[in-house]
T-cell receptor, first 114, second 113 residues
Framework: DTAVSQTPKYLVTQMGNDKSIKCEQN?????MYWYKQDSKKFLKIMFS???????INETVPNRFSPKSPDKAHLNLHINSLELGDSAVYFC?????????????FGEGSWLTVV | DQQVKQNSPSLSVQEGRISILNCDYT??????FLWYKKYPAEGPTFLIS?????DKNEDGRFTVFLNKSAKHLSLHIVPSQPGDSAVYFC????????????FGTGTRLQVTL
């Protein structure tokens, strides 16, 4: 049973479209994250939610909107997709925020914008 | 501004030998460091961590060393096994930043027979 699962795993879409990536964790964790790995392999945090409240919001275009309907889910919606949005998006979770709480990652969602 | 750097994109080691992966950081506020391992088409998995109050942490075949004055850490794998072949990411964070990890770009380790 996958601890952090995200769907879809692969997504190819056209510029200008709106798409969502869903994430669910069954670990009972309070904190969830979205990370982005770009073409240069940099893995950078985008957002973090703790108990459904936004606690980290990096400099991300407002076309990206995370939504946390409950502690176990953190979805990522992207409006007006651009070529530069092509990347691997990783969802992750930890028991609590803060040092010492191991972060568990999902398998990634490969987004290609054409 | 790359605050965590892994200057070796790849490393090849023979099975049974020691693998040493290096990582440098520039932000002196970082006080907790982690290593993650990643196989192709999978997410990173946590391997080992170290707090800045220590200079060494060991877990089985994996040992992480931290040199705060040099802002340098390294991961030692002894003995290396073929299943260790993966990309290893160094990451750092600062107490109070809600687990905001800053990652290096990874080192691909190939363990050969």
């Amino acid at each position: 049973d996958t601890a952090v699962s995200q769907t879809p795993k692969y997504l190819v879409t056209q510029m200008g479209n709106d798409k969502s990536i869903k994430c669910e964790q069954n670990l009972g964790h309070d904190t969830m994250y979205w990370y982005k790995q770009d073409s240069k392999k940099f893995l950078k945090i985008m957002f973090s939610y703790n108990n459904k409240e936004l606690i980290i919001n990096e400099t991300v275009p407002n076309r990206f909107s995370p939504k946390s309907p409950d502690k176990a889910h953190l979805n990522l919606h992207i409006n007006s997709l651009e070529l530069g949005d092509s990347a691997v998006y990783f969802c992750a979770s930890s028991q609590k925020p803060g040092v010492g709480n191991t972060i568990y990652f999902g398998e990634g969602s490969w987004l290609t914008v054409v | 501004d790359q605050q965590v750097k892994q200057n070796s994109p790849s490393l090849s080691v023979q099975e049974g030998r020691i693998s040493i992966l290096n990582c440098d950081y520039t932000n002196s506020m970082f006080d907790y460091f982690l290593w993650y391992k990643k196989y192709p088409a999978e997410g990173p998995t946590f391997l080992i961590s170290i707090s800045s109050i220590k200079d060494k942490n060991e877990d089985g075949r994996f040992t992480v060393f931290l040199n705060k004055s040099a802002k340098h850490l390294s991961l030692h794998i002894v003995p290396s096994q073929p299943g260790d072949s993966a990309v290893y990411f160094c990451a750092a964070t600062e107490t109070g930043t809600a687990s905001k990890l800053t990652f290096g770009t990874g080192t691909r380790l190939q363990v050969t027979l």
